[in-house]
């Protein structure tokens, strides 16, 4: 979410946890409609990741993560935000090998580990709020055309 700390540090923690839970909930929807597997959310950020599971190629599985990705854009504009504030995402893509497991003993936790997991992470923070950022893997795992910000 851009510009989530400053919001964070604005808004009632209720009305935050309202805001998280309406927004995840619209994007938990649109996991299953694209076969994305939900890895996990971390504060403000919501992780997805296709291609695991030996369905289908890297293609494919990108395929649909973008297609998620262009969705999540969309659906944001529905979501409500707090009074006086706006509400955007950013998206980063990359695609590559990752490791998952479940970590922990107290309170254990399936998650996914890697290079990928992390050159994501970056394509998001780095990128253009509202827009998609693939990062050249990603855009070269595509055998369509995506429409870019």
Same mark, same amino acid.
């Given at each position: ?41 971390? =504060? ?9 599971? @030996? ?13 998620? =990705? ?15 504030? %706006?509400?955007?995402?950013?998206? @980063? ?20 580990? =890697? ?11 780095? =990128? ?11 855009? %070269? ?9």
């Amino acid at each position: 979410i851009v510009g989530w700390t400053p919001m964070s540090e604005s808004v009632p923690t209720q009305q935050l946890i309202a805001l998280l839970n309406d927004l995840f909930s619209a994007f938990d929807e649109l996991t299953e409609k694209h076969g994305v597997f939900k890895a996990e959310t971390i =504060g403000d950020a919501y992780i997805v990741a296709a291609g695991h599971e @030996g369905q289908a190629g890297p293609s494919d599985a990108t395929l649909r993560v973008v297609e998620f =990705g262009l969705e999540m854009l969309e659906k944001v504009k529905t979501i409500r935000p707090p009074s006086g504030m %706006q509400l955007q995402i950013r998206v @980063g893509i990359h695609t590559g090998p990752a490791y998952s497991g479940v970590v922990g003993t107290k309170v254990p936790k399936y998650s996914f580990f =890697g290079d990928t997991v992390n050159t994501s992470a970056r394509m998001e923070t780095m =990128g253009i709020p509202g827009c998609i950022n693939l990062s050249t893997a990603a855009r %070269q795992a595509l055998t369509t055309e995506i429409a870019a910000c």
